[in-house]
């Protein structure tokens, strides 16, 4: 199922597959993106298959390479928790060829507008397609939506992506499949890494203080224990016991630094270091982690790779050292 609630997943189901089916009886499918296919096409640019996030963005872009045009909803920095289409982003996905989001709620207020956008667009969110198992439930039965942040689990959302493109582009089948099946084993040669370096930080300290609870899939993954001050969404509120117990945390086990998000206010990991040092005890800002975006152009962060070895050498810059 894509979005919105289980009664109307099924129904949804079926107008996607109608809606697939008379896509593919019409022949507009296929959309060329060399540049002697774009030629055949005339002036008419190719429509764009358009991510909501740019971790998304990246995932679609590294399974699709030069046969896929990417386009994405949300900028570098962007909080996709917020974040509230405009009617131009509307226009964007209606005439998009294909929809690619995170899925799990992440993208909250969108969920509407992607639900009904289904039974016309081809849309797949590729959290959603991931074993269930595997998922870390919050309120509600729900589930946390920050699979990215454990690459080997955001690596099986590659068939999910690989399926998508094949559908539009059976042409393509060959170039996907080969494409997906080299960027899992890069993800999962990645993890391996990401592992050995958090390793290095001393497992009473190797504790992530973060704005929001964006980092539970990771702590879970990499051995590292992550407490957030504001819950899994950004939309809820910290309160002042959760902000004192965190101080507690941060006096009484000595962790030297806590960190703030790059989509995220940093309000909230101010008031820790303020309740610390009204106990007479410095926390360190550790730096700025990227959490449910990407870094923009030249940050050398564009890339979901780039992103996690980023926030783990930052880590272990604020965390590994020490007294
Ligand atoms: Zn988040």
Not at 12 to 17: E, F, I, R, V
Not at 79 to 92: E, G, I, L, Q, V
Request: charge should be neutral; aromatic fraction near 4%.
């Amino acid at each position: 199922m894509f979005f919105g609630d289980s009664k109307t997943g099924a129904a949804m189901g079926h107008a996607l597959s109608r809606a697939l089916v008379l896509a593919v009886l019409a022949t507009v499918v296929v959309v060329p993106t060399t540049s002697q296919e774009t030629a055949a096409w005339g002036d008419e640019p190719p429509r764009p298959v358009l991510a909501t996030t740019t971790i998304v963005a990246d995932l679609v872009r590294q399974v699709g390479g030069d046969r896929v045009v990417v386009d994405c909803l949300m900028g570098p920095g962007v909080d996709p928790h917020s974040y509230r289409a405009t009617p131009r982003d509307a226009d964007r996905l209606a005439a998009a060829r294909l929809v690619v989001a995170s899925g799990l709620h992440l993208e909250g207020k969108l969920a509407s507008l992607l639900a009904r956008l289904a039974r016309r667009v081809p849309t797949v969110a590729v959290a959603d397609a991931l074993p269930r198992e595997r998922l870390l439930p919050v309120a509600d039965g729900l589930f946390d939506p920050h699979v990215w942040f454990d690459a080997r689990l955001w690596s099986e959302g590659v068939p999910a992506v690989v399926a998508a493109l094949v559908k539009l582009d059976p042409a393509g089948r060959a170039a996907y499949e080969a494409r997906g099946a080299e960027y899992t084993r890069r993800l999962e040669a990645l993890d391996g890494r990401l592992r050995e370096r958090l390793a290095s930080i001393p497992r009473q300290r190797r504790v992530l203080v973060t704005a929001h609870d964006a980092f539970r899939y990771f702590g879970r993954a990499y051995d590292v224990e992550v407490v957030g001050v504001q819950g899994t969404s950004t939309e809820s509120e910290a309160g002042l016991a959760d902000i004192n117990r965190l101080v507690d945390l941060l006096v009484d086990r000595g962790i030297p630094a806590v960190f703030v998000e790059t989509s995220v206010s940093d309000r909230n990991v101010a008031a820790l270091r303020e309740g610390a040092r009204a106990r007479g005890r410095e926390v360190a800002l550790g730096g700025r982690l990227y959490s449910d975006s990407l870094g923009g152009p030249g940050s050398g962060a564009e890339t979901l790779e780039s992103v996690l070895e980023a926030n783990v050498e930052t880590m272990v810059a604020a965390l590994a050292g020490g007294r």
